[in-house]
């Protein structure tokens, strides 16, 4: 994936010209308070279908399973995916989903799904997995939602001129060609 750039002139993020990483965190939730009851309801159906997903590949539907520890991470895998897949939809100009965004949500979800199935694998091997499957996704929710955020918050509340572009990527939804009229 190339990404192009605009040069920034500012002297580094915490400095009047550029919030800290602190501040950054703190407008996030700004970005999900800004989504449309579309997206939101997208993002609980996406939860869902991602929960039924899990636990119907794992035999968790079936009795089998890692117990507990399983369908906690079911849970919070879902509720990342949902997020993820919300985040795709009606995306702001700028921060538009592309087929890049799909590789490592699709591992997530795969890494989630063998550390949740019954198999002969060490339970420490399976809690591994299963962590950092959770924190593949969650790195990724916050790359979509700090691309968001820049595109509709920026810096001091305005717009950021200066997000980076994939020149690779086809998008997810590209846009149909209008007729002529």
């Not at 507990?68 to 009606?90: I, K, M, Q």
Request: hydrophobic residues 45%.
């Amino acid at each position: 994936m190339t990404v192009t750039s605009k040069a920034r002139q500012d002297t580094g993020p915490g400095t009047a010209d550029g919030p800290s990483h602190l501040d950054r965190l703190r407008q996030l939730p700004q970005v999900l308070r800004r989504w449309s009851r579309a997206r939101m309801a997208v993002t609980m159906a996406a939860a869902g279908l991602a929960a039924s997903f899990l636990m119907a590949a794992n035999g968790m539907v079936a009795g089998a399973g890692t117990g507990w520890p399983g369908y906690g991470l079911v849970a919070a895998a879902s509720v990342l995916a949902g997020f993820l897949a919300g985040s795709y939809v009606n995306a702001p100009i700028g921060a538009a989903a592309t087929l890049c965004d799909l590789r490592w949500p699709t591992l997530g979800l795969f890494g989630a799904v063998w550390a949740t199935s019954a198999r002969d694998a060490p339970p420490s091997l399976q809690a591994a997995v299963g962590v950092l499957s959770l924190a593949v996704m969650a790195w990724v929710l916050h790359g979509r939602l700090e691309l968001e955020r820049k595109v509709t918050l920026g810096r001091d509340g305005s717009p950021d001129s200066d997000v980076g572009v994939c020149t690779d990527c086809r998008p997810l939804f590209p846009a149909k060609p209008r007729p002529r009229g």
